[in-house]
């Protein structure tokens, strides 16, 4: 998305093995595990960002929570389903490409799910008519707006305007809120037809 740029990989589901499972679900459902991995060179700061960072820890919450209830886990008792992400490079949009690129990995994997979850990022600007508290909204965001201004990553699922992951980590007013909610569930409906072009190429050479 942009220069942000991830690679997702999945594997499963896998039963657990040995009294505990290897940590596999328990009861009747297969557990989502993510792991997010940080390439040194991904952004402009070369730092290590390892599974005790409290952002990637949030980042891999969302992603668990979000595909457990969109996966067919009862299919699969006892077992897991494993999503590892590892970041490229970083420039805006980064939960929003992680979530995209693990629908997408799903997808190829063959792990039944209800739909799609697509997410983009939305974002405020102020206007540039002279009505005061009126603002611009603005899609899909780069690592410098995001600096700059309010926004918020919208996940939606399908086709749909049901809204299945929604954060925002900065201050705005709440006439403001509803606008940026509204424009990012419409470029959600875009990314969904995004996402429906890459399966259908993909799907073509495949049967070639």
């Known amino acids: 998305m942009g220069n942000t740029k991830v690679i997702c990989t999945v594997a499963g589901p896998s039963e657990g093995r040995g009294p505990n499972r290897g ?5 009747n459902e297969a557990k989502v595990d993510v792991e997010i991995g940080f390439a040194g060179f991904s952004g402009v700061e070369r730092k290590r960002r390892g599974r005790a960072d409290k952002r990637t820890a949030e980042m891999a919450h969302t992603l668990t929570t979000s595909f457990s209830s ?26 929003a490409a992680c979530i995209n690129a693990a629908t997408l990995a799903l997808i190829d994997a063959g792990v039944p799910m209800t739909d799609y979850l697509v997410a983009c990022t939305a974002a405020s600007s102020p206007a ?4 005061e508290g009126s603002a611009d909204p603005l899609l899909d965001l780069n690592g410098l707006e995001e600096q700059e201004l309010p ?3 919208v996940g939606t699922v399908g086709a749909s ?12 007013k709440v006439d403001r809120l509803e606008g940026m909610l509204a424009v990012g569930v419409e470029g959600c409906k875009q990314m969904r037809e995004l996402l429906d072009g890459v399966v259908r190429e993909y799907g073509k050479k495949k049967v070639i």
């Open 23 to 27: 940590g596999a679900g328990a009861g």
């Open 161 to 172: 305007e049901k809204v299945s992951v929604l954060i925002m980590e900065t201050r705005i």
């Open 151 to 153: 926004f918020l990553t």
């Open 70 to 95: 969109l996966l067919l886990t009862h299919i699969y008792p006892h077992s897991t389903i494993s999503i590892s992400l590892h970041i490229l490079s970083q420039d805006g949009s980064l939960l």
């Open 128 to 131: 540039t008519s002279s009505d």
